[in-house]
T-cell receptor
C-alpha cells in the first residue's frame, strides 16, 4: 500500500485565478494520475504524469488549462488555471503500485466563485 | 476506445436483501477489471479485482467475457455497505496501466 497526501484539502477561489494542488506519496512510483470527480458524475481521468516527461492528457483536457509537474518519483502538482465555476470539483491523485490497482489521495475540494 | 458503463446511478435496497451493481465494459483487449468503493467521508479505495477472485466484505464479482460484464454482488446487504461504488477497467499502455472508471453507483441500504 501507499500513503498519499494532497494539499490543500479544500479551497475557495475566485474565477480567473489559478490553484496548484500538490500530491505527495511515501514511496517512489513511476506513474501518478490526476482525476476530477464531479458530483453525480463519473471519476474522470485528467492526465497521467510520468517522472521526467510531459504529462499525457485525456481527451477534453489540455496542458494550458491543467499544467502538471512531476519533478521526482514521489511528488506531483496539478494546476487549475484561469478558473471558472465549472471547475468546481474534487480533484484526486492516485498511484499505481500493483498491476493496475490504484491508490487514491484524499482529494482536494475546489469551489470557484 | 475502452468504456465502462454503470447503468444505475442509484440503487436502494433493504438490509438483508441481495444486491447487484451492474458494470459492463467495452475493450478490444484482455481487460483488468476492478471495483472501488468510497464510503462517506473516506477516500476511494479498492474493493476487489477480478484476477484475485476473492470475496471481500461478502462481495463477489465475476468477469463474464461473453456478456462483457463485471457485476458486483452480495447476497445479504448490510447498512454499512452504503457507499459509492465505481467499476474500473485498466488497460495496458506503454508498459503502464491506464484506468477508465464508470460513473459510479450509489448504494443505499435501508435498515
Amino acid at each position: 500500500s501507499a500513503v498519499i497526501s494532497q494539499k490543500p484539502s479544500r479551497d475557495i477561489c475566485q474565477r480567473g485565478t489559478s490553484l496548484t494542488i500538490q500530491c505527495q506519496v511515501d514511496s517512489q512510483v513511476t506513474m501518478m494520475f490526476w482525476y476530477r470527480q464531479q458530483p453525480g458524475q463519473s471519476l474522470t481521468l485528467i492526465a497521467t504524469a510520468n517522472q521526467g516527461s510531459e504529462a499525457t492528457y485525456e481527451s477534453g483536457f489540455v496542458i494550458d488549462k491543467f499544467p502538471i509537474s512531476r519533478p521526482n518519483l514521489t511528488f506531483s502538482t496539478l494546476t487549475v488555471s484561469n478558473m471558472s465555476p465549472e471547475d468546481s470539483s474534487i480533484y484526486l491523485c492516485s498511484v499505481d503500485l500493483a498491476q493496475g490497482e490504484q491508490y487514491f489521495g484524499p482529494g482536494t475540494r475546489l469551489t470557484v466563485t | 476506445a475502452q468504456r465502462v458503463t454503470q447503468p444505475e446511478k442509484l440503487l436502494s435496497v433493504f438490509k438483508g436483501a441481495p444486491v447487484e451493481l451492474k458494470c459492463n465494459y467495452s475493450y478490444s483487449g484482455s481487460p483488468e477489471l476492478f471495483w472501488y468503493v468510497q464510503y462517506s467521508r473516506q477516500r476511494l479505495q479498492l474493493l476487489l479485482r477480478h484476477i484475485s477472485r476473492e470475496s471481500i466484505k461478502g462481495f463477489t464479482a465475476d468477469l463474464n467475457k461473453g456478456e462483457t460484464s463485471f457485476h458486483l454482488k452480495k447476497p445479504f446487504a448490510q447498512e454499512e455497505d452504503s457507499a459509492m461504488y465505481y467499476c474500473a477497467l485498466e488497460h495496458a499502455s506503454g508498459g503502464s496501466y491506464i484506468p477508465t472508471f464508470g460513473r459510479g453507483t450509489s448504494l443505499i441500504v435501508h435498515p
